[in-house]
Antibody
Framework: EVQLVESGGGLVQPGGSLRLSCGAS????????MKWVRQAPGKGLEWVSH????????YYADSVKGRFTISRDNAENSLHLQMNSLRDEDTAVYYC???????????WGQGTLVIVSS | EIVLTQSPGTLSLSPGERATLSCRAS???????LAWYQQKPGQAPRLLIY???SRATGIPDRFSGSGSGTDFTLTISRLEPEDFAVYYC?????????FGHGTKVEIK
């Protein structure tokens, strides 16, 4: 069974940093691209970042470019998102997701809540 | 950047009725990269449809997708109680993934 479990969320002040992690199991993690997607309270879904299986291709949404860094450790079956210079508008539930057929997101974690507030 | 516009914002229907949800793209997109997701309160989204019309694993056949170019549709043939949720379309293009703002299907 595919499982994705996020961790690392919490309350942080504007301008602060946070590192999210996503542990993967139930599939061969090293062969799949992965993504982070976020959802602000009461709002829709927003793609944040993508990383290919070998980390050779990395993309970011314009809203986070230069502030967030995605990475992965295939030996540890883990995905990470380093978030710096956090802003109020970064407050959201952050989901990690596996890329499936047709560039879809076929499996999702349960999400971790990040609150940016003073 | 391609913008996906979903309509209606809210659809009020009764169990057993047919639901038709629309997703319109601001420019032509490849149907290969158009997907639909269902999200219930407090839960992560679930992939329903990929490639505009193919059902994901385990998705009941009352869910169907269609469309091409800029106009795509998700149809739920007969609403079951568990189908009342928010539905999002999503597309991929130019190293970007974008979502529509969602359609809420609520019980009338």
């Amino acid at each position: 069974e595919v499982q994705l479990v996020e961790s690392g969320g919490g309350l942080v002040q504007p301008g602060g940093s946070l590192r999210l992690s996503c542990g993967a199991s139930g599939f061969t993690f090293s062969t799949y691209s992965m993504k982070w997607v976020r959802q602000a309270p009461g709002k829709g879904l927003e793609w944040v970042s993508h990383i290919s299986s070998s980390s050779s291709s990395i993309y970011y949404a314009d809203s986070v470019k230069g502030r967030f860094t995605i990475s992965r450790d295939n030996a540890e079956n883990s995905l990470h998102l380093q978030m710096n210079s956090l802003r109020d508008e970064d407050t959201a539930v952050y989901y990690c997701a596996r890329e499936g057929i047709g560039r879809t997101l076929d499996y999702w974690g349960q999400g971790t809540l990040v609150i940016v507030s003073s | 950047e391609i913008v996906l516009t979903q309509s209606p914002g809210t659809l009020s229907l009764s169990p057993g009725e047919r639901a038709t949800l629309s997703c319109r793209a601001s420019q032509n997109i490849s149907g290969s990269y158009l997907a639909w997701y269902q999200q219930k309160p407090g839960q992560a989204p679930r992939l329903l449809i990929y490639g505009a019309s193919s059902r994901a694993t385990g998705i009941p056949d009352r869910f169907s997708g269609s469309g091409s170019g800029t106009d795509f549709t998700l149809t739920i043939s007969r609403l079951e109680p568990e189908d009342f949720a928010v539905y999002y379309c999503q597309q991929y293009g130019s190293s970007r993934w974008t979502f529509g703002h969602g359609t809420k299907v609520e019980i009338k």
